[in-house]
Nanobody, 116 residues
Framework: VQLVESGGGLVQAGGSLRLSCAASGNTFSITRMGWYRQAPGKQRELVADITKGGGIANYVDSVKGRFTISRDNAKNTVDLQMNSLQPEDTAVYYC??????????WGQGTQVTVSS
């Protein structure tokens, strides 16, 4: 499975960005898709994930009410709509797909920078 992210960039606090992740290859065994982020000097953290089948979404507390994850199984894409962005959201964001063997696939990462 290959993942390609797009949509990062520089935005002012309070602004919005939409990240997209396109998957190619054998995605039949994928069960869950998600977005992680890693800020300088910090560990990578899960931001949001969503099940492939039921579309059940899960968010880290700091983004609840501001970010929305969605997936399109027909197109093999997962998006992250980010609203009301804050400087603490600045990080490299990574797309992640996990299969039923719990094997993780990662995108190359896309930089999101929020200026105050």
């Amino acid at each position: 499975v290959q993942l390609v992210e797009s949509g990062g960039g520089l935005v002012q606090a309070g602004g919005s960005l939409r990240l997209s992740c396109a998957a190619s290859g054998n995605t039949f065994s994928i069960t869950r898709m998600g977005w992680y982020r890693q800020a300088p000097g910090k560990q990578r953290e899960l931001v949001a994930d969503i099940t492939k089948g039921g579309g059940i979404a899960n968010y880290v507390d700091s983004v609840k009410g501001r970010f929305t994850i969605s997936r399109d199984n027909a197109k093999n894409t997962v998006d992250l709509q980010m609203n009301s962005l804050q400087p603490e959201d600045t990080a490299v964001y990574y797309c992640n797909y996990r299969n039923w063997f719990k094997t993780d696939y990662w995108g190359q990462g896309t930089q999101v920078t929020v200026s105050s």
